[in-house]
């Protein structure tokens, strides 16, 4: 159980590393932030971190107002202060070099972390926003309707152990196609399906145009969104590129 800077209690786990020889010392810990109404318990994030595992300790944790953390969603913005102490608990373990893989909502607090707090060594965004009240799908329609509604947020207490605040955002967090270009001198690699029912590629190639050297794009074919579409494969080449980028 992580605290952060503002009190939330955060539930946590870490995965150390298969190969020892890159565990904690001196190695790369990676931090993996899930999306909205997610959890690092469920199947498909635990697989993620499994496959990660391969390539470094995963310190994986649920976003406050998400499964067994405390406190309520803010969709995006307090939420990099959940990150921090992910981070923070990666270096007290003794990982010398960090990665933030964000997905969904998770990514786009990835880039607002690395943009506002600095101290990380690369940055995974996979199927993230690149700009807030993004209404074009109907899978975002219907987030919108969750986060905005009482009958929303009661239906995503009720079948996600989501809690989501109320009330608006005061002020408005920067969107994260412009923190993208705070990110730097970190390399960012952006990750999007084509099939991504939520956000259309226009997002990914928005993220991409925001920032700056070193910086990657990778458009994947017939790739939906998020963890529960990830590949092992998907995921297995985003540990290569955590390892080069940070070896």
């Known amino acids: 159980m992580l605290r952060t800077d503002d009190g939330v209690r955060i539930d946590a786990a870490h995965t150390p590393p298969v190969d020892a020889g890159s565990g904690p010392g001196g190695g790369t810990g990676i931090v993996v932030a899930h999306g909205f109404t997610g959890s690092w318990r469920e199947r498909a994030a635990r697989r993620i971190v499994h496959v990660l595992s391969r390539y470094g300790g995963v310190v994986a944790f649920d976003f406050r107002g998400h499964g067994r953390s405390g406190g309520e969603s803010t969709v995006g913005d307090l939420e990099i202060l959940d990150v921090a102490a992910a981070v923070r608990h990666a270096r007290i373990v003794g990982y010398s070099r960090i990665a933030v893989v964000g997905f969904s909502m998770g990514a786009a ?23 807030w009240y993004y209404r074009g799908t109907k899978p975002m ?16 207490r009720m079948a996600k152990r989501t809690r989501i605040a109320r009330g608006r955002w005061d002020p408005i967090p920067m969107p994260p196609h412009e923190a993208a270009g705070l990110v730097s001198p970190a390399p960012l690699l952006v990750v999007h399906g084509d099939r991504d029912a939520f956000f259309p590629l226009e997002h990914a190639h ?4 925001g920032a700056r050297e070193p910086r990657e794009l990778w458009v ?13 494969d998907l995921i297995h080449r985003i540990g290569k590129w955590i390892t080069t980028n940070l070896s």
Do not use: C, F, K, N
């Open 109 to 131: 607090v990835a880039v607002r972390h690395a943009a506002l707090h600095r101290g990380v060594d690369a940055v995974v965004a996979v199927s993230g926003p690149a700009r």
């Open 141 to 156: 329609r219907q987030v919108h309707w969750a986060i905005e509604q009482p009958m929303g947020r009661l239906a995503a």
């Open 206 to 209: 928005q993220l991409y145009a």
């Open 220 to 232: 994947e074919p017939g790739y939906g969104h998020a963890e529960t579409a990830a590949t092992p």
